[in-house]
C-alpha cells in the first residue's frame, strides 16, 4: 500500500494520476508456463493489465517450462486460453502488441544450461523492450521444483541486481506442508533470495473485500470502540464452496482442507480482522501486526483438538438437486481415504483484545453454497426494556466472495400498536453501488509485486507461525493412538452435525449462509 | 407504473409531492430491484430541451456511478414564472447479472424567475448524507451564488467550451474561496487529458529515466480545432510538474518555457483535425518521446526513441471524449486536483 524504502524516486508526471506504487518496467519469467495457473490466471491478469493501460508497455513475459514449443506457439496457447478466461474481451489489436512481449524458453527445470541460455535471452529483452534488468520470477511450478530452479537461477547470476535494478520472486502456495517442510522451503527461497526479494501470492488478499477489513476497521471511528472482547460475543469464518475435488485429487489426498485452506486463507483472514492498527500502511507494519496475531492464538493440546476441532468428510449426495459421489468414489482418492474435506475449528487469540472470544472457522467442500464470509455477532444489549425476549444478535457479515460486500444485522420495532421487534439488514453491496467490477486477485497482486508492495503477500513469520499453529492438529489427527474421529456428512449438506454442536455448546450457532 | 430504462423524463408530478410521488415509484415497481445512491448528482444547463438530452447522459453514467440525479433546464428569459418536475429511474442489470440496480432521477424545469429558486429546489431534493457534485454545463455569471455553492463538495465543468477562460475561472476560484465547505473544481477539460499525461507519464517511471526531464528542448502537440485550450492545459501540466516558468511567447500557438537550469523550452500547438489532443511529442537531443493516436480508434500508441530508429510502440487505452465517458472517468477518480490547478496556473495568460 505505500512505498518501500528500495523504491525509486517518484516520477513527478505521476502526481495526481495514480494512487497506487507505480510498477515498474520487468520481465516476467513463468515457470511452468504451460501449466493450468499461466493459461486461466496469470495471462489474463496480465492481458486485463494491459487493456486497462495499468501495465507498464516495457514488459515482457517469458515462459520457462519443460514442452518444446516455438514464441508462436506458446502466444497462440495463451491467446486461446486469454479468449476463454479473461474477465474482458480480448481485443486482437491489444493482444497483438501484449503477444509481441511474449516469449518461450524451452529448458528442462534441473538443466543449468537452460538458464544460462535464459540469461543471455534475458539480457537480450532488456536491450529491445527496455526492461531495465529488472526480473520477477513466478513459480507457478510444484514446490518439488522450486529447488532445481532457485538453484540454477543462482548459478546463473540471475539472483543478483545490477545497479538500480531489482530481482523479485513470486512463490505460490502451498508453502510447505509443515513447520519443518515450510523452514526448509523458505531456506532454499533465502539461499538465492532474500525475505525483501520474497513475495508469497495468497489470492485471497487480492480479493476487493480482503483490502476493504482494513479500510471498515481503520477508516471508520464506529467500529473501533465495539471491536474487542467487550463487545463481540464471537467471530465467524466461513469458506464455503459446492465443488468437489475434482481434478486435484492428487494433491488434496496429502494436503486436505486444513492445510489447503486454514493455514493460508482463513488465518490470513483472521489476521485482517483481528490485528492492531499498524503504525503505517508500509507492508512491514502490516504484516508486522498480522503476525501477532498468529502468534496469539492459543495451541490446542491434544484434548482440546478432540474438544475443538471437528473434520469431516463428504459422502455420496447431491448438490443443486444433481447426485454427486462420496469422496472416497472421486478418482484418485483412496478408498479408505482418511483426508478432510471439511474443517471446523475453535480457536481463541490470546491477547488483550480478543480474550475469551471464541472463533470459529470452517471451511469445506460440497457444502450446499459457494460463499466465504467474516461474521462479527456483538454481544446482547443488556436484557432490560427490550432485550429480554430477544435472541438475534447484531452481526457485521464481510462478504469475500460472491457478491462482495458488508451487511449489519440490527433490530427494528415493527410497524403497529405492540411492540413487537425483528432483525433486519443494512446491506452494502459492491457490485450494487460501484458499477466497475473489481479487478480480479491475480492483477492487482501482479501489480503490487511489480510496484514492489508487498502488503499483501505472506511474510516468512506469518507462514511459519501459521504452521506452528496447525501442526499439532494434524499430529493428533495421525497419531497411532486414539485420534479424533472423521466424521461424514452428505455432499450439499452443511458438513458434520459436531461441527454444529462445536457451537453449541457455547450457547451459539453457525450463521445461516 | 413500473419502472424501466426509458429516456423520457418519467411522471409529472407537483413540486411539494415529489418524495411521496419517488416513494411511491418505489413501492409500485415490479420485480427484484435495488435503489441505489453514491452521490447527489445535480446537472444544470439552459440550452433548450437539455432535459431530454441530460436525462439519456443520466441513464448511461448511472449504469457505473449510481446517484440521485437531479436534472435542471433553467430558462431565464422566459416571461412566465413557472416550476415543472418529473420523477423517473435509470434500471440497468448489475455487474453480478442478476439484478436490476436503479437510480432515481427528478428532473426540473424552471422558468422565469423561478431560476432564482435554484438552490432552494435542489436543497430540498438532496438524499441526505450523501456528496453533493455539481455539474454546470453553463457558463458561470457573476455574482456566484454563496448559498448555492457551500453546499457543493464537487463542481464539474468543461473549460473547453469556455469564451473567457481568466474570467470564469476567477468566478469559480471566488466560490470555491468563499464556499465554507471545500469545493473541489473538477474540469472535464482537464479528464480530457487523463489518458495522454498518464501515456505520457509512463515514459518516466523508471528513475533513470528522469535524466531526460532537463534535456527537453521542444514540445509538440496536436490539438483539434476548439480544443486549443485543452492543449494548452497539457502544456501547463508539464511546466507545473517539471517546473517550467512561462516566457514571453512568439505567437498565439508558440508558447516558451525555461527549465530550471536556464534551457529554452518551445512548445509548439499545431491545429489538425482528429482527437481533442491528438499527438504529443517530447524531444530531447538523443531522444524523441512519442503518444499518438492509435489508427484503430479508442487507443494510444506510445513509443520512444531515437531520430531514423525502430520503435516499438505499445498500446494504452485513449480514454473517449463523449461526456458520459468523461463524467464516469471524472466521477470513478475522485480526489482532490491539486496538480490542475498548478497546471492552470503556469498557463492562464495564455487561455
Known amino acids: ?513 | 407504473m413500473s419502472v424501466t430504462e426509458t429516456y423520457s423524463l418519467g411522471i409529472p408530478v407537483e413540486i411539494g409531492k415529489i418524495n411521496q410521488e419517488l416513494k411511491k415509484l418505489w413501492q409500485e415497481s415490479e420485480g427484484a430491484m435495488t435503489r441505489a445512491s453514491l452521490i447527489n448528482l445535480a446537472v444544470y444547463s439552459e440550452e433548450p430541451s437539455s432535459l431530454e438530452k441530460n436525462t439519456q447522459l443520466m441513464a448511461k453514467i448511472t449504469e457505473n456511478h449510481a446517484c440521485r440525479a437531479i436534472v435542471i433546464e433553467a430558462d431565464c428569459k422566459a416571461k412566465e414564472n413557472r416550476v415543472d418536475a418529473w420523477i423517473s429511474a435509470h434500471c440497468h442489470v448489475s455487474g453480478a447479472g442478476n439484478k436490476q440496480v436503479c437510480s432515481e432521477q427528478i428532473s426540473f424545469l424552471l422558468k422565469g424567475m423561478c431560476t432564482t429558486l435554484l438552490p432552494n429546489i435542489v436543497f430540498s431534493h438532496l438524499d441526505s448524507d450523501l456528496p453533493f457534485y455539481v455539474w454546470w454545463q453553463e457558463e458561470f455569471r457573476a455574482p456566484m451564488d454563496a448559498q448555492l455553492w457551500t453546499w457543493v463538495d464537487r463542481v464539474i465543468y468543461d473549460s473547453q467550451a469556455w469564451t473567457d477562460f481568466r474570467a470564469q475561472m476567477r468566478l469559480v476560484e471566488s466560490a470555491q474561496e468563499e464556499a465554507k465547505q471545500r469545493i473541489v473544481l473538477c474540469d472535464l477539460n482537464w479528464t480530457r487529458l487523463d489518458k495522454v499525461r498518464f501515456a505520457l507519464a509512463q515514459f518516466f517511471d523508471h528513475p533513470a529515466s528522469h535524466h531526460h526531464f532537463a534535456k527537453i528542448k521542444k514540445v509538440r502537440i496536436e490539438f483539434a480545432p476548439r480544443f486549443r485550450s485543452t492543449a494548452i492545459l497539457f502544456a501547463g501540466w508539464l511546466a507545473a510538474q517539471l517546473n517550467w516558468r512561462a516566457d514571453n511567447a512568439n505567437a498565439r500557438n508558440d508558447l516558451r518555457f525555461v527549465s530550471p537550469t536556464h534551457q529554452r523550452i518551445d512548445v509548439q500547438l499545431h491545429e489538425r483535425h482528429g482527437e481533442p489532443v491528438g499527438e504529443i511529442a517530447l524531444e530531447t537531443p538523443e531522444i524523441q518521446f512519442l503518444v499518438t493516436h492509435a489508427k484503430c480508434g479508442d487507443l494510444l500508441e506510445v513509443s520512444r526513441g531515437k531520430p531514423g530508429e525502430k520503435r516499438m510502440p505499445q498500446l494504452m487505452p485513449a480514454g473517449k471524449n463523449d461526456p458520459v465517458s468523461l463524467m464516469s472517468e471524472e466521477l470513478m477518480r475522485g480526489g482532490l486536483h491539486n496538480v490542475y490547478l498548478h497546471a492552470v496556473n503556469r498557463i492562464r495568460e495564455s487561455l
Request: net charge neutral; proline share 6%.
Open chain 1, 1 to 513: 500500500m505505500n512505498r518501500t524504502a528500495d523504491q525509486p524516486e517518484p516520477n513527478p508526471l505521476r502526481e495526481g494520476l495514480s494512487a497506487r506504487a507505480v510498477p515498474q518496467p520487468c520481465t516476467i519469467v513463468i515457470f511452468g508456463a504451460t501449466g493450468d495457473l499461466t493459461h486461466r490466471k496469470l495471462i489474463p491478469a496480465l492481458y486485463n493489465l494491459a487493456a486497462d493501460g495499468d501495465l507498464p508497455p516495457a514488459v515482457a513475459i517469458v515462459g520457462f517450462a519443460r514442452r518444446k514449443k516455438s514464441d508462436e506457439e506458446f502466444r497462440r496457447d495463451l491467446e486461446e486460453a486469454t479468449r476463454k478466461f479473461s474477465r474482458q474481451p480480448v481485443r486482437d489489436e491489444i493482444w497483438k502488441t501484449f503477444a509481441q512481449s511474449i516469449f518461450y524458453h524451452q529448458s528442462e527445470f534441473g538443466d543449468e544450461a537452460g538458464y544460462k541460455t535464459l540469461a543471455g535471452r534475458l539480457g537480450e529483452i532488456d536491450k529491445t523492450h527496455g526492461t531495465r534488468g529488472n526480473r520477477l520470477f513466478y513459480f507457478a511450478a510444484g514446490p518439488d521444483q522450486f529447488e532445481p530452479i532457485l538453484k540454477h537461477l543462482k548459478a546463473a547470476g540471475l539472483n543478483e541486481t545490477c545497479k538500480g535494478s531489482w530481482v523479485r520472486v513470486i512463490v505460490e502456495k502451498p508453502f510447505g506442508t509443515d513447520l519443518a517442510s515450510a523452514r526448509e522451503l523458505n531456506r532454499i527461497i533465502h539461499n538465492s533470495f532474500t525475505e525483501e526479494q520474497t513475495y508469497r501470492i495468497d489470492h485471497f488478499l487480492g480479493k476487493e473485500t480482503a483490502q476493504n477489513i482494513l479500510v471498515l476497521r481503520f477508516a471508520n471511528a464506529i467500529f473501533a470502540p465495539l471491536w474487542n472482547t467487550h463487545y463481540i460475543d464471537h467471530v465467524q469464518i466461513t469458506a464455503a464452496e459446492t465443488l468437489g475435488v475434482g481434478t486435484r485429487a492428487g494433491y488434496y489426498e496429502g494436503a486436505g482442507a486444513l492445510r489447503d485452506m486454514v493455514q493460508n486463507h482463513l488465518l490470513q483472514l483472521l489476521c485482517l480482522v483481528a490485528m492492531e492498527p499498524p503504525t503505517d500502511l508500509s507492508a512491514d507494519s502490516i504484516r508486522d501486526e498480522k503476525v501477532k496475531v498468529v502468534r496469539s492464538l492459543r495451541r490446542l493440546s491434544a484434548a482440546e483438538i478432540a474438544a475443538s476441532v471437528v473434520r469431516g468428510q463428504y459422502t455420496e449426495g447431491a448438490i443443486y438437486g444433481k447426485p454427486a459421489v462420496g469422496y472416497r468414489q472421486e478418482e484418485n482418492v483412496k478408498p479408505d481415504s482418511q483426508t478432510e474435506t471439511f474443517v471446523a475449528l475453535r480457536l481463541f487469540i490470546e491477547n488483550w483484545r480478543w480474550a475469551d472470544v471464541p472463533i470459529y472457522m470452517r471451511v469445506g467442500k460440497r457444502l450446499p453454497k459457494s460463499a466465504t464470509e467474516i461474521s462479527i455477532h456483538f454481544k446482547k444489549a443488556p436484557a432490560v426494556l427490550f432485550n429480554k425476549d430477544l435472541h438475534d444478535l447484531n452481526v457485521l457479515v464481510i462478504r469475500i466472495q460472491p457478491d462482495e460486500g458488508i451487511a449489519l444485522r440490527i433490530h427494528a420495532k415493527v410497524p403497529g400498536t405492540s411492540f413487537h421487534i425483528e432483525p433486519v439488514k443494512m446491506d452494502f453491496h459492491y457490485g450494487t453501488s460501484f458499477g466497475k467490477a473489481s479487478p480480479e486477485a491475480y492483477e492487482r497482486l501482479l501489480l503490487d509485486a511489480m510496484s514492489g508492495d508487498a502488503t499483501l503477500f505472506a511474510r516468512r513469520d506469518e507462514v511459519e507461525q501459521a504452521w506452528a499453529f496447525i501442526d499439532p492438529i494434524e499430529e493428533a489427527w495421525h497419531a497411532k493412538k486414539d485420534p479424533p474421529k472423521l466424521f461424514f456428512y452428505p455432499v450439499g449438506s452443511w458438513g458434520p452435525e459436531e461441527a454444529d454442536d462445536l457451537l453449541a455448546r457455547g450457547g451459539q450457532a453457525w450463521r445461516r449462509l
